[in-house]
């Protein structure tokens, strides 16, 4: 996997590499079971509950100067500190435009309730 993140992430400046990179981490240090999906036509990698599920709980998609955290359920989210983006049904977003902003300990916060909500979204 880690390759094809290479390749996937080679079309980005450094910056928006090194977020990604720091965001993968942070995902996987919160759900380290997640099922892990490169889309480079999106240009976003997905992180699933389980490989037949067709809704990610996370994903992860850099442009050249931030990179998007997406959060399948956001919507559900409470979010006192308004760092969630977006107006859809379900999903909402962060966006990171550094790698210290990736240290924020209300990302882990937000993981964490996007992650319950998916696997109970999952059941």
């Not at 993140?5 to 590499?17: I, K, M, P, T």
């Not at 996987?28 to 999906?37: D, G, H, I, K, T």
């Not at 990179?67 to 399948?72: D, I, M, S, T, W």
């Not at 006192?80 to 210290?100: M, Q, T």
């Amino acid at each position: 996997m880690v390759n094809q993140l290479d390749a996937f992430l080679s079309s980005y400046s450094r910056e928006a590499r090194e977020i990604a990179l720091c965001l993968r981490t942070l995902v996987l240090n919160v759900f380290p079971s997640a099922v892990e999906r490169i889309d480079p036509q999106s240009g976003t990698i997905f992180y699933y509950c389980r490989k037949v599920s067709q809704e990610s709980v996370f994903a992860i998609a850099p442009h050249m100067k931030h990179v998007n955290l997406l959060l399948g359920q956001g919507a559900q989210i409470p979010d006192p500190a308004r760092l969630l983006s977006g107006s859809g049904k379900r999903v909402r977003h962060v966006k990171i435009k550094s790698e210290e902003e990736t240290q924020n300990p209300v990302l882990r916060l937000l993981l964490e309730e996007a992650l319950r909500l998916g696997f109970k979204e999952d059941s």
